[in-house]
């Protein structure tokens, strides 16, 4: 089994739709959750960061944390096609020393 | 905020020879450095641990003698791809984290560079 699970996709929605990007994960013991938003030949850029279960919003994105059943999300409002890039939830062991990345959903987000 | 410069995005040799990739960070002291690689629609396999001033560690699995990594100051860590082959091409990311901070969170990455060996 995988540290982290993470559905490849490709997820195409139309302009406006939310989105919703899901992971899951196995080891409790990693504490601190992120989401990267990756473009196309690029380096991944820190789109969330979270601790703790419930919901943290920024904009047009809220990160999700569920730790009870070990699952992470994040929701795009009013998605556009500025958004279209491949979205990889990221989770870090209490002393930040090890982070094990999921393998990345692609979105398309069609105007 | 924290910026992690790469160098070169793109590059392009024969087989046999070696290549290196330059990670600075540019506005803040890294003691610590991450070299990924990877694969396209795939996700980021780290390959090694690069600490300032000691060996770096590397993933189970990945070469040390063919993927010489050295820290020799806090803003700068390189990656040289030794003698590569077509089957080391791919795209190699490197990551830093800001020591004052010390954040667990939001590694910066660098750009990427895509090395196809051929």
């Known amino acids: 089994q995988k540290e982290v699970e993470q559905d490849p996709g490709p997820l195409s929605v139309p302009e406006g739709a939310i989105v919703s990007l899901n992971c899951t994960y196995s080891n409790s013991a990693f504490q601190y959750f992120m989401w990267y938003r990756q473009y196309s030949r690029k380096g991944p850029e820190l789109l969330m960061y979270?601790?703790?279960?419930g919901n943290k919003e920024d904009g047009r994105f809220t990160a999700q944390v569920d730790k009870s059943s070990k699952y992470i999300s994040l929701f795009i409002r009013d998605s556009q096609p500025s958004d279209s890039a491949t979205y990889l939830c990221a989770i870090t062991d209490t002393g930040g020393f090890k982070t094990i990345f999921g393998a990345g959903t692609r979105l398309f987000v069609k105007a | 905020g924290a910026v992690v410069s790469q160098h070169p995005s793109r590059v392009i040799c024969k087989s046999g020879t070696s290549v290196k990739i330059e990670c600075r960070s540019l506005d803040f002291q890294a003691t610590t450095m991450f070299w990924y690689r990877q694969f396209p629609k795939q996700s980021l396999m780290l390959m090694a641990t690069?600490?300032?001033?000691?060996?770096?560690?590397?993933e189970q699995g990945v070469e040390k003698d063919k993927f010489l990594i050295n820290h020799a100051s806090l803003t700068l860590s390189t990656l040289t791809v030794t003698s590569a082959h077509p089957e080391d091409s791919s795209f190699y990311i490197c990551s830093a984290r800001d020591r004052a901070t010390g954040s667990a969170y939001g590694y910066t990455f660098g750009s990427g560079t895509r090395l196809t060996v051929v």
């Open positions: 690069s600490n300032e001033g000691s060996k770096a560690t590397y």
């Open positions: 979270t601790y703790s279960s």
